[in-house]
């Protein structure tokens, strides 16, 4: 007989693998034991040579199905004891933690056939789940993943879950958030005076009625609570942007199911696949030229979030809606997503009517993530529920632990030890105190889950960033940590090189809105030369001015302007008969030129993104916006794929000039012309670049390549040339991936 020890790291708790485990050993008829630690999962076999290599081979190929083995340590031991049978036994811990926390999983099939089938106990019950789906990162203090370290310790379990729950044959065997009705949170309808109206499946039924009625509701879902209002319903769309305060910005749609999904848009295989998968994100998808849902919920854009409902109570819900709803996050402005009740009655008071809620507490608040299809590979937008934590495997070991703080906007944290980066969910922009405090609690939260104390803190150049700021406050509280600061654009170029385990030079391009500059300039539109260690730029976009500063992000007409002012004269300028002139008054058009000509509050940029609005404002579709990415996806709306045309420019060894380009611009009159030879024209600099450097593989990264149609023919173009090219995928190729850059630099 041989004894055979196995070390399993990764996803593999909270996801049923011990009882996998349990239930593999005896189909093999192997004897030992399977056990949790804070690193993974161990594994003990006694038995022949013969089936400890099957049992090894099945354990590979078909693991559970939320779980991801990222490392398998086998190693045979000299132990002089018989076992007898397989059992699971006690959870162990010690200080050093490693085992990656599993996201929150939206319902199961065999959860919606158990709420659905009137002779089982959880009949109707809206917060079941197994191993196989349900809520894990949002509800767990830390690991090992046992009930104790869950929001669910304080629900003692009845006799019915309690033998589910010790039964290794049974799906829900120590799945940690196990309960019924009888022994578990329930669901409470409250209205705004914080009166309870009804409870559990009545309270459902209640919500819905009231949903179908025109009502605005707060829903709590696996990670914060949703705004819900009914999607067809115009009127109660409009004032959910009113009070919202949110006039354009696209809000999200849940579903019943993908049948609902497909009646109100054009969706291809893969985006299919993608919204009915495991993690049931959001996904964007092109709507039906006859879209029939109220038109206030994307406007004037052609596209729209969906997802399909992903908790048992969403499910439940959909039995009495009469429509698809709007489900937007519950938060105020630059506040990240609200998780308790009280706090949805002291902020959104004047928002909501009535509030469903449930008391299983979400510890860990975790929004929706969003999902862009481009040529067949998932883009995160979004990196959040089902799919973070994200974690990494590397080929190097570090034997420091650090800590990315990641950028401003879009701000996540990354954790690296051994040959882990832990990438966290979305936390959102960092400008208010709100928001700044969550990005702190989700600090704690993983330093707690690691027993991390970071040697090493990574962070962003800019001295105004919060998560700058915050490094700093933290190498004053300790002067022994190692304080590093890592240029914007370096950082993205390094997120996708981390994901791809790129150690060599490449040609990097990063495009994005706002970056601080190694010259102290907004940068946006970078080309390096770069390897884990070191950049150089060797060209950027020619400097413009941005007059007024933050001022001109909202009014696209004033980067308009600056162009026209780097290009003609003011005399001329005042004579043009152009949109984004006539956007303004005469005397304001004087007043930004002594602005531009005497660098007044008009701080030079290279940004890609500012370009876009120039564009948009050129093209006569907005000269203001009101959220960012909005100038951006009216030019890709506006895209003619059968127009071949692109603008002249010139790019020197040190900077790509577009004089020409904006002297060619005010030439074209229709705005569909201007948005496809200016995408065109992006295009076409890249793959000059690329061929300037063609010993080089290309990196594209940066909030500019998640519009769908640039990226896209990138893609075809350098497919089609053969060329070896990189862009993240799992990592959100805007801001959201900036801390898994910054620690790989000291990787």
């Known amino acids: 007989m041989t004894t055979i020890k196995i070390q399993v790291e990764g996803i593999v708790q909270g996801v049923g693998f011990r009882p996998f485990v349990y239930n593999l050993a005896l189909k093999h008829k192997i004897n030992g034991w399977v056990n949790n630690d804070d690193r993974g999962v161990n594994i003990l076999l006694y038995t022949c040579e013969e089936k400890c290599q099957n049992f090894i081979k099945e354990l590979q190929e078909n693991p559970p199905i939320l779980a991801k083995i990222n490392s398998i340590n086998i190693e045979k031991i000299t132990e002089i004891k018989e076992y007898k049978s397989f059992e699971i036994i006690q959870s162990t811990s010690s200080n050093n933690k490693a085992t990656i926390i599993s996201a929150d999983m939206s319902i199961c099939d065999d959860c919606i056939e158990d709420i659905n089938d009137v002779s089982n106990f959880r009949y109707n019950y809206s917060l079941t789940n197994c191993t196989n789906c349900g809520p894990r990162y949002s509800i767990i203090k830390t690991v090992p993943y046992d009930r104790v370290n869950t929001s669910m310790n304080s629900f003692v379990l009845c006799e019915n879950c309690v033998k589910e729950y010790n039964n290794p044959t049974n799906r829900r065997y120590h799945a940690q958030p196990v309960s019924c009705e009888v022994c578990g949170p329930n ?36 990670g914060g609570f949703h705004l819900v209002c009914d999607a067809s319903n115009n009127k109660i769309v409009e004032e959910l942007r009113i009070n919202k305060n949110r006039p354009n910005k696209p809000y999200a749609v849940m579903f019943k199911d993908i049948n609902s999904i497909k009646e109100y848009t054009n969706i291809n295989q893969k985006e299919e696949e993608t919204l009915c998968s495991k993690e049931k994100p959001i996904v964007l998808v092109k709507k039906k030229d006859d879209f029939s849902l109220s038109k206030l919920i994307a406007p ?3 596209q729209i979030g969906c997802f399909i409902a992903y908790t048992p109570l969403h499910y439940l819900l959909f039995r009495y809606l009469k429509n698809p709803i709007i489900a937007t996050s519950a938060n105020l402005k630059d506040e990240p997503i609200i998780t308790s009740k009280n706090e949805v009655l002291s902020k959104l008071s004047l928002v909501v009517d009535y509030i469903l809620d449930f008391n299983r507490d979400i510890l860990n608040a975790c929004d929706d993530s969003v999902i862009q299809i481009v040529e067949n590979y998932n883009i995160k937008l979004r990196n959040a529920r089902g799919y973070a934590p994200t974690s990494l495997k590397l080929e190097k070991t570090t034997n420091k632990k650090i800590l990315g703080l990641g950028a401003n906007q879009k701000s996540t944290i990354s954790l690296a030890f051994e040959n882990n980066i832990i990438l966290s969910p979305h936390i959102g922009d960092l400008n208010s105190i709100e928001s700044v ?33 915050f490094a700093f406050k933290l190498k004053e509280i300790n002067p022994n940590i190692e304080l590093i600061q890592i240029q914007h654009h370096y950082a993205h170029i390094l997120s996708t090189m981390a994901e791809y385990n790129l150690q060599k030079d490449v040609l990097g391009i990063a495009f994005d809105g706002t970056g601080y500059g190694d010259d102290g300039n907004i940068w946006g539109g970078e080309v390096f030369i770069a390897n884990t260690k070191e950049y150089k730029r060797v060209n950027h976009i020619a400097y413009f001015k941005l007059l007024g500063g933050e001022m001109a992000v909202k009014e696209p007409k004033r980067v308009a302007l600056s162009l026209l002012f780097d290009n003609f004269s003011l005399e001329y300028i005042l004579s043009m008969d152009i949109a984004c002139v006539k956007a303004f008054k005469i005397n304001e058009i004087k007043m930004l030129h002594t602005m531009w000509q005497k660098g007044l509050n008009a701080p030079f940029t290279s940004s890609v993104g500012r370009l876009f609005d120039a564009i948009a404002s050129f093209a006569d579709i907005l000269h203001t916006q009101s959220y960012e990415g909005e100038t951006g996806l009216h030019i890709e709306q506006n895209y003619d794929s059968s127009i071949n045309e692109y603008y002249s420019y010139k790019i020197t060894n040190e900077q790509i000039d577009l004089s020409s380009m904006i002297k060619e611009i005010i030439l074209d009159l229709d705005r569909k012309l201007i948005c496809s030879k200016f995408i065109n024209t992006i295009v076409q600099i890249i793959l000059d670049l690329a061929n300037t450097y063609e010993n080089l593989p290309v990196v594209l990264s940066g909030g500019v390549f998640q519009n769908k149609t640039l990226l896209q023919i990138l893609i075809g173009k350098f497919q089609k040339q053969g060329r070896e090219f990189f862009f993240s995928k799992d990592i959100p190729l805007n801001d959201g991936g900036i801390s898994v850059g910054q620690i790989y630099h000291k990787i």
């Not at 005076?193 to 605005?216: C, M, P, Q, T, V």
Request: hydrophobic residues 40%; negative net charge; aromatic residues 14%.
């Open 300 to 302: 004037n854009i052609n």
């Open 437 to 469: 405090e969550y990005f702190e609690r989700t600090i704690n939260t993983f330093k707690r889950f690691y027993d991390f104390e970071p040697d090493i803190i990574v962070c962003d150049k800019h001295p105004n960033y919060e998560s700058t700021k």
């Open 187 to 222: 669901v409470i309808l409250y209205n705004k005076y914080d009166e309870i109206l009804e409870s559990n499946i009545n309270a459902i039924e209640k919500a819905a009625d009231l949903i179908n009625k025109g009502f605005i509701l707060a829903i709590k879902g696996m």
